[in-house]
């Protein structure tokens, strides 16, 4: 069974851009969450999807968006970048999005703003 | 509100050495509890959670942490270090109306010498 698959792995962007990452989840999970990783503020939940519908919501600006799909596949939004952006993006499956089920975790989107 | 927070940003032992990795958390609802591995350039892992039930909880690599509501810790363990082991260990909080919304610490980075 194939894992958490994100695109790209390395992204550069430039201040006032905005960027585009993908997830796909393991196949039969309808959550999908995502999680900004700094060495600065360390581990930051985003927000999470299940059934197409944002679910969860993390305490970021507007600017950071993101929606799924059908198939379960999610895609998350920055919109004018900025310096503070830079970080690792993880993404993580599960089937229903519960507490008491395992969590998959991607590799991740390393995200570098200049 | 809940949070968590990881005693120690590096710990070092010696291979063969007792590994403790400590957590607090706070928590107003019942928490549910985790650990997490983080290896190189990887995502996360799942050591092990704590739900409800048994409050010694064993792992997978031989880890196991136990919950104490009492002094509101959720500490990791190891009998005997492996080199295998050094990675980023992340303790995270998480309540039952928000499964995927997890609030980690900062990280402990665990080092193994020969």
């Known amino acids: 069974k194939a894992g958490v698959t994100q695109t790209p792995r390395y992204l550069i962007k430039t201040r006032g851009q905005q960027v585009t990452l993908s997830c796909s989840p393991i196949?039969?999970?309808?959550?999908v969450s995502w999680y900004q990783q700094t060495p600065g503020q360390g581990l930051q939940f985003l927000f999470e999807y299940f059934s197409e519908t944002q679910r969860n919501k993390g305490n970021f600006p507007g600017r950071f968006s993101g929606r799924q799909f059908s198939n379960s596949r999610s895609e998350m939004n920055v919109s004018t970048l900025e310096l503070g952006d830079s970080a690792l993006y993880l993404c993580a499956s599960s089937p229903q999005g519960q507490v008491n089920e395992k969590l998959f975790f991607g590799s991740g989107t390393q995200l570098s703003v200049l | 509100a809940q949070s968590v927070t990881q005693l120690g940003s590096h710990v070092s032992v010696s291979e063969g050495a007792l590994v403790l990795l400590r957590c607090n958390y706070s928590s107003s609802v019942p928490p549910y509890l985790f650990w997490y591995v983080q290896y190189p350039n990887q995502g996360l892992q799942l050591l092990l959670k704590y739900t409800t039930g048994a409050t010694l909880v064993k792992g997978i690599n031989g880890f196991e942490a136990e919950f104490k509501k009492s002094e509101t810790s959720f500490h990791l363990t190891k009998p005997s270090a492996h080199m295998s082991d050094a990675a980023e260990y992340f303790c995270a909080v998480s309540s039952n109306q928000a499964g995927t919304a997890l609030i980690f610490g900062k990280g402990t980075t665990l080092s193994v010498s020969s």
């Open positions: 196949s039969g999970h309808r959550s």
